[in-house]
Structure formats: C-alpha cells, structure tokens
C-alpha cells in the first residue's frame, strides 16, 4: 500500500513543474521616448538598432523571453527567435532591456499589476521609408 502511495505521488505534478509547463504571457514592447530625430527613421529600437543592418535598411525581430516587473522592467531575458540569423537582432533588444530603453506593460489582475511574470516580448527592427 505503501509503495502504491509512493508511486501516486510521484505522478502528480508538482507546483514548480506546474508553473514551470505554464505557458508565457506575450506582451507588447513598450520603448523609451525617443529626446531627438536622430534615429526616428529606426523606429522604437533607436539608437538600438543593429548598425550594419540600419546601413542595409535591413528589417528583422528578436523575440525574448523575461521577467517583468510590476512596473514594466524586464530582467533575466533571454532570446528565444531571430530573424534574420546574424544581423545582431538578438543582442540589440538584450542591452536595450538591460538599459531600461525596453520594457512591457505588466499583466493587470483585479486593477494590479502582476510583479515577476515571465512574458515574450518580439522587439521589431524596422526602418521607416
């Protein structure tokens, strides 16, 4: 009887296994308001935008995958998605996140925001015309 208990319980999910399969909640990218024209034509990303791609006018995204704060700061990110490969897209988003330039609107439950929530954020690089 014992043994059966034992074995039941090791095929009930635990709670960090449970938060650990829940799936991330995306969010829009939220970007620092840009104080000069200079870099407009880059869009949100700014200054921020991989250089050998904005001279190209190369358009592409990185999706990261953080922690946000209840107050829309994203730490321990990590990229999940580039595209495309070897345009530096993904370390762009990285230090603008680290850098405060990026963060997302917290996830509101019962009018409060939601403090260490993992989201996705997809940050897109694309030049204006």
Do not use: H
């Amino acid at each position: 009887m014992r043994l059966a208990a034992l074995a039941l319980c090791a095929l009930l999910p635990t709670a960090a296994a449970a938060q650990e399969a829940a799936p991330l909640s995306v969010r829009e990218p939220v970007f620092q308001r840009q104080k000069t024209g200079e870099y407009r034509w880059l869009g949100g990303p700014g200054p921020y935008y991989p250089a050998r791609a904005a001279q190209g006018r190369l358009n592409g995204s990185a999706t990261l995958a953080c922690r946000a704060a209840a107050t829309g700061v994203l730490t321990d990110c990590a990229v999940v998605a580039e595209a495309p490969k070897g345009e530096n897209f993904s370390d762009a988003p990285l230090l603008m996140a680290k850098r405060g330039w990026l963060t997302a609107a917290p996830r509101l439950v019962d009018g409060q925001p939601v403090d260490g929530e993992e989201v996705l954020v997809t940050v897109p690089f694309q030049v204006r015309r």
